[in-house]
């Protein structure tokens, strides 16, 4: 799929890994939704649109299909149309399976899986009437190897991972593509809070040695929204942690 000029979707834009890939596809010549659950500042959509693009803030809450159903309608009421969605919003709470409360695993799951199905399931119309279009979604190795104090988020990325899979599956014949990333470490407000002794374990784990970048990270999803033969796969970025 060409880049250029198509219009992208990116749950959990307004920082972090989803930031970057906004950045990213702005780069590449794609017009960017950037979706947060509070408004998305100007500053950010001022970064996009500095690449010649078009930029657009879409603000609500994927766990709920109004909203994501809303925020679908607003996108392609702004631009024509969702090319490709890139489901990346979650959230953590880590707790140990015996100290975990319901509502730590069900609003984890609620975010990261249902969320990810809401978005998908308002795109997936006008998309199968297009019979184009690209859904990337951001899972984690922790979905594929289990990971202590995270049974809740490898619960639900484990879940979109199969998810991937099956919706893959159901819309191929559509020309729509449905894949996943699994990053692994990644350099982050949240790794870069952490005491030297926990990174050292923590790269202790990965072959290469070292944390990935948020921009190794979009890289690859823009590698994965421009593949055209490519579906149903999961493309971990994580330093050979689970090779």
């Keep these: 799929m060409e880049i250029k000029n198509k219009n992208v979707f990116i749950t959990g834009s307004?920082?972090?890994?989803g930031l970057a890939i906004a950045e990213e596809f702005a780069k590449a010549g794609?017009?960017?939704?950037?979706?947060?659950r509070s408004q998305v500042t100007e500053e950010v959509l001022a970064t996009m649109t500095a690449y010649g693009v078009q930029a657009v803030g879409v603000s609500g809450d994927i766990s709920s299909t109004d909203d994501a159903k809303r925020m679908i309608?607003?996108?392609?009421?702004?631009?024509?149309?969702v090319d490709i969605l890139i489901n990346n919003a979650g959230i953590t709470k880590d707790k140990i399976v015996l100290g975990m409360k319901e509502d730590d695993f069900e609003s984890v799951l609620k975010?990261?899986?249902?969320g990810?199905?809401?978005?998908?399931?308002?795109?997936?119309k006008p998309m199968t009437r297009a019979r184009q279009g690209a859904i990337i979604n951001v899972a984690s190795v922790v979905g594929l190897i289990g990971n202590a104090g995270q049974a809740n988020y490898a619960?639900?990325?484990?879940?979109?991972?199969?998810?991937?899979?099956?919706?893959?599956?159901?819309v191929a014949g559509r020309n729509i593509r449905v894949n996943a990333i699994a990053p692994g470490f990644i350099e982050s407000d949240m790794t870069a809070g952490l005491?030297?002794?926990i990174k050292e374990m923590m790269q202790a784990q990965i072959p290469m040695k070292r944390f990935g970048s948020v921009q190794e990270v979009a890289t690859a999803?823009?590698?994965?929204?421009?593949?055209?033969?490519?579906?149903g796969q999961v493309l971990t970025i994580d330093g050979g942690m689970v090779m």
């Design 14 to 17: 307004t920082r972090g890994i």
């Design 30 to 36: 794609a017009n960017v939704i950037i979706n947060g």
């Design 73 to 81: 309608q607003e996108a392609t009421e702004a631009l024509g149309s």
């Design 111 to 114: 975010i990261n899986l249902v």
């Design 116 to 124: 990810a199905f809401n978005m998908t399931q308002a795109v997936l």
């Design 155 to 170: 619960a639900s990325k484990a879940g979109l991972i199969g998810f991937t899979k099956s919706v893959a599956r159901e």
């Design 195 to 197: 005491a030297d002794k």
């Design 221 to 231: 999803v823009i590698f994965l929204a421009s593949q055209e033969y490519m579906t």
